[in-house]
């Protein structure tokens, strides 16, 4: 039996159920699901235009409890974009970057046995030639396979639109879908989105 509501799935399979904190934007991999979101823009009169637009989001194992967090950057001489969203959609600001600790947007409130990421699958380039990539090392493409996460090490997926150069864009969505599992808890799904943007012009 399934239950689900928005980017959280429930799947039946033990006699008890986690207690997660969920304090991000569901993700339905569109741009108006959006948890972060890096954007920047970028206008130079020569030839040496380039804007930096990127997200991460990923999970964390630390403490005796699981976090899903997300970090971004924007830069160009435009204003660029750095924010997270609340549940309800409120911007809530710069939430550091991808190599920082990052802004906690789901803490499960529980440590796992394992966990399952899903992401690759859920890749989209919407303009130009953006880069997606895994953060840490797991197996993405597949719903099945189950690890257990190093404490205090990131997994994830990262999503980076910076470019340059000339004129053009970059803009991508990406989405990672993370199923917990502990032996007498049912399975426990949850997706969060990221979306970024690079736009960049040169004069010449």
Known sequence: MLA???GILKTAAGS???APTVSGRLGLGTVASRVVEGGA???YPGPGSSA???NSIWVLRTGGDVYIRVGCRGAGNGTPVEAWYNQAGADQGDPGEESTAGTTVFQLNEDVDSVNIYASAFDVTTTGSPSFSAVGTFTDDQKS???LPTADVKYGRLL???GGGGTGTNE???SIEVTFRKAG????TVKFTGWSYADWESDV
Do not use: E, K, N, R
């Open 52 to 54: 930096d637009g990127s």
């Open 16 to 18: 008890s159920t986690f």
């Open 185 to 188: 808890l049912d399975d426990y």
């Open 41 to 43: 823009d970028d206008y």
């Open 172 to 174: 991508g969505l990406m």
């Open 4 to 6: 689900g509501l928005g």
């Open 160 to 162: 980076d639109c910076d």
């Open 145 to 147: 396979t189950f690890f």
